[in-house]
C-alpha cells in the first residue's frame, strides 16, 4: 500500500461531457445512454420570462458521464463534490449506489474509489425535481420556483487517503487585543487509516507567503481541537472594513500532508435588545432578502453571476445585510458578501410548510449542513433555523435551536415568522411585519381593527412579551404592493414611500435591530402568487437586475452624498401619466441636503428634505406638492409640457444634476457589462445589462422592445436567443468559457437603435 498521504487533494471542475435525459429509468444506472452533452451548472427546463408551467420540472431527469480511469487514480480517494443539485439526488458508478442527497440547497459527496475500474466507468445520477414531501421546502404551496437540475458545481478530487473535511475557527473574543481562537479539525479517513500527524496553521500575505511562524497542535485521531493563540494587532472586518485574513490548514504525517486555505474575519456581531452591534457599535440592519434566481435558466447560474448579486445589493443598493431567503446560497454568493463586507442572515430552506417527521429531520439535517458548511463565514451574522413563517412547533425548533448552538456557540440563532406571540426559542425574534397596508384590507386580514396606516408594530405587540428582546424585522411590503418597472408612477412613487416609511419606523424604533426588505429582485413563481404571469413583481429591481425607483430609496439611505450621490426624482416626466395630470406630489430620493428644481426656463426653486415626515431617515427624500409650485406657473391639461432641471445640492455645491425632456424619444441603447469578479474561475457568467436611454439619458419607461443577441467566441448564451425589453429595461447572461475575447451582437427588433457589439473580455 502507497503511503497514506502522498499528496495533497488534487480539484478540478467536473462540469462537461454530461448526457442529460428527461425521465429516469433503472434500467439506465448501468445503460450508457447515447446523445449530446451539457454543461454545468445546468437548468433541466429552461423557462419562458413570463407564464412559464412550473410543473414542467417537476419530475425525474438523468444525468450520465462516461468517466474515463487515469493512473493518478491509483491508491488514491477520487471523490465527486456536489455544490447543489435539486431537489433529491442519487448517484451511481458502474451500479453502485454511491451518493443519495435529499435536499436541493447543500452540497453531497459522491466517493467513487472502491467502484472504479481501469477503463471506462458509467456515472448516473437521477435527480428528482418533484415536490417531495418529505423534502423541504415542499408539501405545501411555495412562493418560489426550485428550479430541477444540477444547478452548481461538480468537482472531481483526487484526494490522499487522509485529508482535511473541515475546519471551524472561533474567535474566542474578537474585541481583545491578542486573537485566541479555538480551532476543530475533520478529518476525512474513509479507509480508516492510522492518524498521527499535527494541524498547522500558517497565516498567509497576499502573496500566498506565510507570516510568521505556524500555530498548531498534535492530531492522533479524525477529529480534534485546541486553542491557539493567532497573533496581535488584527484589523477587525466590518462593513466598511471587510479585512479578511488567509491561512493554510495543514495535517502534516511523517509520511505526507494535506492542505486547505480558508479566510478569517475577526468580528464580533450580537443582536441585543438595544439593537444590533457589530464590534460593540450600533448598526441598524438595513437589507433586502434575495432569492437566487434567474431569468430563465432558474439558478443554474455559476460562481460569478451569484456573486454580483453580492454587489449589487452593497454597491447598487447601498443594503447592509441580505438574507438568503429562504435557503442556503451558493458558496461564491457567501465568500463575495464576506469580500465585500455584506452581513449575511441565513437561513434552511422552507416556506411557511412543516412536515411529517421524515420532513423535519431532513431540517434538521439542513440546519446542520448548513452551519457546517458556512461557520467560517465573517458575513454572517445569524441563522435561521425555523421553516419561514411556519406555526410554532416547539419540539422541532428546540431540536433545530439545539444542533445550531451545539455547533456554533460564536452566532445566534433566529427564526423567521409571520405569527405573532410566538414561542421565542431563539436568540432573537425575526418578524416578517406586513403590517403597513393592512388597512385597506377586509377586517379579517388585519392585525388590528381601525389601525391607522403604521409601517412596523411595537416588538411587544408582535412578541407577546413583557420585556424587549433582541428583535428584526425580516420582510415588509412584497405582496402588499406589488409594483412593476413599467407601472405608472403613482403606484412606483406610493411603492417608494411604503419602503421609506418601513426604514424610516426601523431606523426610529432602538429596539428594532433593522429590517430586510421584501425584495431585491423580482422573481419567477408558482401559480398560487404573483401577476397570474408566473412573476411576483415584489422587487425593488426586476428579474433582470434594473432598479426600481425603490431601489433609489435603499441607495439614497445607504450611501453618503460624499460616496455617491443620489438624485432620482420618481417621475417618468410626463404631464399625463398621472391621474389629472401633472408629476406632483413628486418624491426624490437624495442624499442631498438640498434639491432645485427649474419648470421650462423658470427660476430654479430649492426645497429640502422631508425632516418632518421622515425624521428618522438618515436621508429624507425632498417631496414638492403641487402648491409649492407658484400659482403663475402651475400647469394644466392643454398646456405645453416643458424640460425639467433638478441639482443636488450638498453644502451649497451642486453635485449632481437630473435633466428632463418633454419630448423623450429613444436616443441610445446603454449596455452594460457587469466588471468581472472571479477572474480566477474556469468560467464566467457574466451579465449583460440594456437599458433604453431618451435625449436627457434617462430611461425610456415604457420602451417595449425585442432583442436579438449572438454570441462569438468561446460562450453560452444562458436562455433563449432573444430577450425581452420591458419598461426601457433587459438582460441576459454569457457563459464565458476561457481567456479569449467573446463578442456580443445585440439587435433589437423595432429596429429603434441601430446594432452594437459589445465585447466580453477581463
Ligand atoms: C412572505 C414570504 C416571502 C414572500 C413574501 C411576499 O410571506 O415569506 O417568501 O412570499 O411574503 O410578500
Redesign the pocket.
Same mark, same amino acid.
Given at each position: 500500500m502507497t503511503s497514506p498521504l502522498a499528496s495533497c487533494t488534487s480539484r478540478s471542475l467536473l462540469n462537461t461531457g454530461w448526457i442529460f435525459r428527461e425521465g429516469f429509468d433503472p434500467a439506465w444506472i448501468t445503460l450508457p445512454l447515447p446523445g449530446g452533452t451539457v454543461r454545468l451548472p445546468h437548468n433541466a427546463v429552461d423557462l419562458p420570462w413570463n407564464y412559464g408551467n412550473e410543473t414542467a420540472y417537476q419530475q425525474p431527469f438523468t444525468y450520465q458521464r462516461i468517466f474515463h480511469w487515469e493512473d493518478r487514480f491509483a491508491d488514491k480517494e477520487v471523490v465527486l463534490c456536489f455544490e447543489g443539485a435539486m431537489a433529491a439526488t442519487k448517484v451511481w458508478v458502474n451500479g453502485q449506489l454511491v451518493a443519495d442527497h435529499a435536499d436541493g440547497y447543500t452540497p453531497f459527496e459522491a466517493r467513487l474509489t472502491d467502484h472504479l475500474e481501469e477503463g471506462e466507468n458509467l456515472i448516473t445520477i437521477a435527480i428528482d425535481g418533484s415536490e417531495d414531501g418529505d423534502i423541504p421546502p415542499f408539501g405545501g404551496r411555495i412562493?418560489?420556483l426550485t428550479y430541477a437540475g444540477i444547478y452548481r458545481d461538480v468537482w472531481l478530487e483526487v484526494r490522499p487517503a487522509i485529508t482535511i473535511e473541515n475546519v471551524k475557527v472561533e474567535i474566542l473574543d474578537p474585541m481583545a487585543e491578542t486573537i485566541t481562537a479555538k480551532v476543530k479539525v475533520w478529518l476525512s479517513n474513509p479507509q480508516g487509516q492510522p492518524v498521527a500527524g499535527a494541524i498547522l496553521l500558517d497565516r498567509l500575505d497576499q502573496h500566498g507567503d506565510p507570516i510568521g511562524d505556524p500555530v498548531g497542535f498534535p492530531l492522533i485521531s479524525d477529529e480534534g481541537e485546541a486553542e491557539l493563540v493567532l497573533g496581535n494587532g488584527f484589523a477587525r472586518w466590518s462593513p466598511n472594513n471587510p479585512v479578511l485574513h488567509t491561512y493554510e490548514v495543514t495535517y502534516k504525517a511523517e509520511d505526507g500532508q494535506d492542505s486547505m486555505t480558508l479566510r478569517l474575519g475577526i468580528r464580533k456581531a450580537e443582536f441585543r435588545p438595544d439593537g444590533f452591534f457589530l464590534n460593540e457599535q450600533p448598526l441598524k440592519i438595513m437589507g433586502l @432578502?434575495r432569492h437566487q434566481s434567474f431569468p430563465h435558466v432558474g439558478y443554474a447560474l455559476g460562481p460569478e453571476a451569484q456573486a454580483q448579486d453580492a454587489d449589487i445589493l452593497k454597491y447598487e443598493l447601498g443594503v447592509n445585510l441580505v438574507r438568503t431567503?429562504?435557503y442556503p446560497q451558493s458558496k461564491a454568493f457567501l465568500e463575495r458578501c464576506d469580500e465585500i463586507g455584506l452581513l449575511v442572515f441565513e437561513e434552511i430552506p422552507g !416556506?411557511?410548510h412543516i412536515g411529517g417527521e421524515a420532513f423535519k429531520d431532513r431540517s434538521v439535517k439542513n440546519v446542520e449542513a448548513m452551519i457546517r458548511r458556512d461557520w467560517n463565514h465573517p458575513s454572517i451574522v445569524l441563522w435561521g433555523v425555523r421553516i @419561514? /413563517?411556519s406555526p410554532d412547533d416547539n419540539a422541532f425548533y428546540e431540536r433545530t435551536n439545539a444542533v445550531a448552538r451545539a455547533l456554533d456557540p460564536t452566532r445566534q440563532t433566529g427564526g423567521?415568522r409571520?405569527i405573532t406571540d410566538s414561542q421565542l426559542l431563539e436568540d432573537v425574534y425575526t418578524m @416578517?411585519d #406586513?403590517v403597513l397596508g393592512e388597512e385597506h384590507l377586509p377586517e379579517f386580514l388585519q392585525s388590528r381593527i381601525n389601525r391607522p396606516r403604521t409601517p412596523l408594530r411595537d416588538q411587544r405587540e408582535v412578541t407577546g412579551l413583557t420585556e424587549i428582546v433582541p428583535y428584526l424585522v425580516t /420582510?415588509y @411590503?412584497?405582496?402588499?404592493y406589488p409594483t412593476k418597472i413599467f407601472d405608472g408612477e403613482e403606484r412606483q412613487e406610493e411603492h417608494v414611500l411604503r419602503h421609506l416609511e418601513v426604514l424610516d419606523a426601523a431606523h426610529a424604533d432602538p429596539h428594532i435591530a433593522g429590517s430586510i426588505g !421584501?425584495?431585491m429582485v423580482d422573481y419567477n413563481t408558482h401559480a398560487d #402568487?404573483g401577476s397570474g404571469d408566473r412573476i411576483?413583481y415584489?422587487g425593488v429591481m426586476t428579474m433582470g437586475r434594473a432598479p426600481k425607483f425603490a431601489a433609489m430609496a435603499y441607495a439614497s439611505q445607504g450611501f453618503s452624498a460624499s460616496e455617491r450621490p443620489i438624485l432620482e426624482p420618481a417621475t417618468h416626466w410626463s404631464f399625463g401619466d398621472r391621474k389629472v395630470g401633472g408629476v406632483f406630489p413628486l418624491v426624490i430620493l437624495t442624499n442631498c441636503d438640498a434639491v432645485t428644481f427649474h419648470y421650462g426656463h423658470d427660476e430654479p426653486l430649492t426645497f429640502l428634505p422631508a425632516f418632518s415626515r421622515f425624521p428618522y431617515l438618515p436621508h429624507p427624500p425632498v417631496i414638492i406638492e403641487a402648491t409649492d409650485i407658484p400659482e403663475d406657473k402651475r400647469i394644466v391639461w392643454g398646456q405645453s409640457w416643458r424640460d425639467g432641471l433638478f441639482t443636488g445640492l450638498v453644502s451649497g455645491q451642486t453635485v449632481i444634476e437630473r435633466r428632463f425632456v418633454a419630448d423623450p424619444m429613444p436616443t441610445a441603447l446603454e449596455i452594460d457589462v457587469a466588471p468581472l469578479i472571479r477572474a480566477q474561475d474556469a468560467y464566467q457568467d457574466r451579465m449583460v445589462r440594456l437599458t433604453a436611454r431618451d435625449q436627457a439619458g434617462n430611461r425610456l419607461p415604457f420602451l417595449m422592445d425585442q432583442i436579438a443577441i449572438t454570441v462569438d467566441g468561446p460562450a453560452i448564451l444562458q436562455g433563449p436567443t432573444t430577450a425581452p425589453m420591458i419598461g426601457g429595461v433587459g438582460a441576459f447572461w454569457v457563459r464565458v468559457l476561457g481567456d479569449e475575447p467573446v463578442t456580443v451582437d445585440v439587435q433589437t427588433a423595432s429596429g429603434v437603435f441601430a446594432p452594437q457589439t459589445v465585447t466580453l473580455d477581463g
Open positions: 412562493d418560489y @432578502n431567503s429562504h !416556506w411557511q @419561514n /413563517e423567521v409571520c @416578517n #406586513f /420582510e @411590503n412584497g405582496h402588499m !421584501w425584495c #402568487f411576483c415584489h
